[in-house]
């Protein structure tokens, strides 16, 4: 190897530490104990945070028609909303529902960055919730700090018991909200004061409670850093246009201590470096380093730097939500100039139109037919040739039916055997019956010939289902 | 060299490779440590709870605390299929294949069993789904599809079948025809119509196959008039079954239905999960 590669090289590698030095991130190793401070953007986070996360707790006791307005009901394979009840052959609109939610995602990610983290996600909501318990009960964050550091003594482990045990029943009530989306909730509430929980149950229970108490009681913003897929994601997701709390460095900078007596000759900018960013912040980031994989962009700086501006007297904004074009002087586009999310809305659109036509389409029954591939068709005595079909009947509606089978084919002399008495179709699931189909081997004119199954309700014809399959016969 | 890997007053091991290369004496992370001494006791915990140690040459071994055997996890997984199997075969312990046939949840279920149980004692000649095996002689035993059945096809009459096994017999004509009539009734029944030549009654044809030729279910002698052909439906096939007859010995065509009933390799319940799923092949006939 000769000098000058090996220089190059070495070059290249340290530089990867001067990087380093640059980077900063929060690793954990100490507790973030994040002042709580009034503003606009906090009274958001409140309001967003309980328009998501409080029908989680109240909707599953919501009752209709005697049943659980909304419930997936896993053990019966079937998903109850209001008067609808989608089974797992209309399950297809799921993947729409998901599409849609990661279309949101990113639709609302390119123009706001990681609006989802800051205001609605449940790991920044329980976290702040949890936070919110422990300022209540161990006070401000400098009490906290000296809190943790003292020795043991009745007086701690009283504060720090009661903590822990408001989290504990937050956790659990949390478990309880979710089970009760997959069972009917009265009856789990039931089941779980008499201690009569099925094992699965007491499993979801176990791992909601464990799973909330751990995330939202230690391990808070190192699970956004370093367990989230999704920021990082979202991380990505953000260009030029996209706008997100950002300190303004060109008025900030140089930043400097406010001195008594005003100025003096020295210049300075417009922050007072009072660290007020940095206090508030749950996630423990400075943001005047800059956009950065720890902020989940809450605003709760932009609130914290506005309140000492107006201390200051000094116009507000010195971190604002504002894009990189707009702090880089270049001219700002208007929303619809951006064609990004204008695709992601689109592909949103597209979707919300296929659940409308799926839900709408569910009908009330559906109907399979599948015919015998071995034999494919049997020569019976009388000169005829006979094909088997397996037919499938969804009964959708809530009451067992009898149905009534016909064929259409357009043979002549067609004969359909099996269905004389009409199947009895049961409600909310599947029902087999074999249906034999006859033709005088004279009238086949080809080997294939379409035939049109159809089965509909004996007293209610209404409720009905078609499919199209083929009858075999010999070369002609 | 060596004042560029300074390790910042973290001891080394002490060791030292070609001149300047040594390890730092770092504690192992306490996560990894703890790892380790949870998965020392996971071994030892699995070690004991499980069969593992060899006793002697004899075969026999430490059978573990927790008393696992592979049998009694499958006896265990089996007991959880047959509770589900449960309630449907309590019912058909006292049901006639009619009434199962009656009852549309039950036939579907017993189709489903008894495609294995077909598969397992009746594929092998009558083929899968009934559709007939055939060897060079023509087909081993009768496609079970269609509607034309030698011993009756309702569905006790199947079942009958079943239990008791049917052997019929048709004696050979070599000795008793010529060639020249052989070959005049050969071409009559391969026609579909046996009773144009007057030989098929003189012969005494129609002491099993009947008057008309149509057979008789009471016999298991073949109906001749239709297009389904018990052996082979060939000229050939039809001569050969003349002159050499069924079920009389070597060079005779071979039709032997085996008695489950007699081998005692199925239940009741299954031979009417048979009666039951070769009726709904699509030939049986109703009572």
New interface residues.
Partial sequence: MNEATDNKETGSVTSIYHEFEAWQVNRGEKTIHAKRMPGFFRTIKNYTQLALWLPFFLVPYLRWNDKQAILFDIQNRQFHFFDIMVLPQDIWMLSLVLLIAAMTLFAVTSVASRVWCGYFCFQTAWTDWFTWIEDKIEGNPAARRKLDDAPMSLDKIKKKGIKHAVWMLLALLTGISFSVWFVDAYEYWNNLIHLNLPKVGWVVLAMFFFGTYILAGFLREQACIWLCPYARIQGVMGDAQTILPTYDTARGEPRGKLRKGGETGAPQGDCIDCFQCVQVCPTGVDIRHGQQLGCITCGLCIDACDAIMDKVGKPRGLIRYASLDEMSGKPTHKLYQHPRTLVYLAIILVAMSGIVYGLTHLGAMSLKVLPERQPLFVQMSDGSVQNKYAFKVLNKTDKDIHVKVTAESGLEGQMLIGAETPPLTHHGRGTSFTIFVKVPSKNLKQEITPIHFRVEGVEDPAVFAEYTSNFNGPKP | MSDKHDAGGVPTTGHVWDGDLADFANQPPKWWMLGLTASAIWCVVYFLYYPSIPVSNTGSFFAGIGGWTAITEMEADKSVVDEVRGKYEDKLKDMTPAAILAD??L??YV?RSGKVLFGDNCAACHG??G?GAADKLGLIAP?L????WLYGGKIDDIHTTIMGGRQGVMTPHKDVLSAAEIDTLANAVAAGNPTSTPLFAEKGCTACHGEDGKGMAALGSA?LT???WRFDGSLEGIKYTITNGVNVGPGSRDAVMPSFQAAGKLSDAEMKKLAVYVY????GQAN
């Avoid at chain 2, 599809?145 to 034309?148: G, Q, R």
Wanted: net charge negative; aromatic share 4%.
């Fill in positions: 549309n949840e036939t579907e189709t899968t789904n559709v496609k599809n269609d509607d034309d109906n239709d297009g389904i709904k092949f699509g030939g």
